[in-house]
């Protein structure tokens, strides 16, 4: 099903992936102690400006800040809209 939205100008729309449910020696974390993912999967990028073409593609995975990006609930899931230059990395 594709997504009824595009971004404009620099924006990317990304899908947060799922916080960790277990740490690295099996101990299960609460869902009030998960931390907020900052790792992520590019669903829609917009088509850039003059002065900041997009360099990201749609399935691309990346990291961002913590606070970065507006939620945005689609179809009963969650994104985050947010400028490229916002992101840190491409995993």
Do not use: C, F, H
């Not at 740490?23 to 900052?38: F, L, R």
């Amino acid at each position: 099903m594709a997504l009824q939205i595009k971004p404009l100008a620099d924006r990317v729309l990304v899908e947060p992936l799922e916080a960790e449910t277990k740490t690295a020696s099996g101990i299960i974390i609460p869902d009030n102690a998960k931390e907020k993912p900052q790792k992520g999967n590019v669903v829609a990028v917009g088509p850039g400006t003059k002065d900041n073409p997009i360099t990201v593609k749609v399935g691309d995975i990346v990291l961002y800040g913590k606070y970065s990006g507006t939620e945005l609930k689609l179809d009963g899931k969650d994104y985050l809209m947010m400028r490229e230059s916002d992101l840190l990395a491409v995993v």
